[in-house]
């Protein structure tokens, strides 16, 4: 007998379009995984929700990033892709989980503290001092500033996500590993209050290998939609090329076999990403012996970057017009993650005590 494929399941907000980042750091390894696993990519739409966004941009942004998952190579034939509001059972089993899981550990999560300190517009509280304050600004907070309490659940909302589907290998990335310890606590939580064995506990899916960090184009940190340093999928070459050509830079090594600042650094690991051994290995050589010019390399970074993102943006272009294709794929996504949500949720209902006469 065949053994059962391991069900992975991973999510993005729809808040943005897709970027490098998001592209060799995750949806590249979607795309490779396809025929090994069970697979099942969502559109995190109702995620999107906390952050009360316009709503026909939450629509835009829910097709965007469904046209971009699809040109990246993620096949609806392989996969199972879905909109997670397309799903009505996880709003069910949201409202019925959250009643295992406590408002305090949900305030004690790193994601939680950071938006809702925005919200209130607080700093971090210096090492050692108390969240005294700020739980009772969050209680205290007017009407205008209120943190929602969609925000607070967001971690019962994604444990939801993965446990409907009895996903046991979720791919995320370190940022979202709290939410992923605290799906397995509510899942452990829920097996032992009710003396089951339900709910399998998840892990973070292991892609072997150092973790791939694509930078940004502003000297320092990761790429991502808040920093503001994105190369966009959906970018056009003339208007990426201007992105590439203004990346920060240094003056220059000024003796040979000089230590490499960040900024130059981030640009060297673009182009290892995107470029041949060969070509790096030449820019390399260049920086060691001092005869490197920081436009040259631009500007074989900005072609070799669009030769990856040209073939993707012209093919979003196409799906993003074929409204019939993306209709089918969704609707044929949801049909396949309903149906196993619906059967998570009707056993769900039944072992706390929700039954029909
Ligand atoms: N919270 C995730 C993020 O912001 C998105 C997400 C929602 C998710 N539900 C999920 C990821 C379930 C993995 C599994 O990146």
């Known amino acids: 007998m065949t053994k059962q494929k391991e069900i992975v399941l991973s999510g993005i907000r729809s808040t943005g379009n897709l970027h490098l980042g998001n592209y060799y750091g995750a949806l590249r390894k979607f795309v490779a995984i396809q025929d090994d696993y069970d697979c099942n990519f969502f559109i995190a739409d109702l ?3 906390t952050t009360n966004p316009d709503p026909e941009q939450l629509h835009a942004n ?4 469904l046209a971009e998952y699809l040109a990246s190579g993620l096949d609806p034939e392989k996969s199972t892709i879905f909109i997670q509001s397309d799903i009505p059972e996880i709003a069910e089993m949201y409202l019925l989980l959250n009643m295992h899981v406590g408002i305090g550990e949900l305030m004690r999560t790193t994601s939680f503290k950071d938006k809702a300190r925005k919200c209130l517009g607080l700093k971090a509280p210096a090492d050692g001092d108390s969240d005294e304050a700020f739980e009772k600004e969050i209680i205290g ?4 500033k209120r943190v929602n309490a969609g925000l607070l659940t967001y971690p019962t909302l994604m444990a939801v996500d993965i446990l409907i589907q009895k996903a046991t290998k979720v791919p995320v990335g370190k940022d979202q590993l709290q939410h992923l310890e605290l799906t397995r606590r509510f899942a452990r939580r829920f097996n032992s209050f009710y003396g089951v064995d339900f709910f399998p506990e998840p892990t973070d899916f292991d892609f072997g290998g150092a973790p791939v960090k694509v930078p940004g184009l502003d000297g ?3 790429m991502g939609k808040s920093e503001g340093n994105c190369i966009y999928l959906v970018d056009e070459p003339k208007v990426l090329r201007k992105k590439v050509m203004r990346a920060v830079t240094d003056e220059g090594p000024k003796e ?6 960040e900024p130059v650094a981030n640009l060297f690991t673009l182009l290892e990403l995107t470029s041949t051994p060969e070509v790096v290995k030449h820019f390399r050589d260049a920086y060691a012996d001092c005869s490197i010019r920081y436009g040259d390399l631009k500007k074989q970074l900005a072609e070799d970057i669009i030769a990856v993102t040209e073939p993707i943006r012209q093919r979003i272009g ?5 409204e019939d294709f993306l209709r089918r794929v969704v609707a044929q996504g949801a049909e396949r993650a309903r149906a196993r949500a619906a059967d998570t949720l ?9 039954r029909k006469f």
């Open 47 to 49: 995620h999107a929700l």
């Open 62 to 65: 829910v097709k965007n990033i």
């Open 141 to 144: 907070a007017d009407t205008n």
């Open 220 to 222: 320092s940190g990761k």
């Open 256 to 261: 040979p076999n000089s230590p490499m600042r």
């Open 318 to 322: 196409d799906i993003m017009a074929d």
């Open 346 to 354: 009707a056993e769900m209902r039944q072992i706390m005590g929700i």
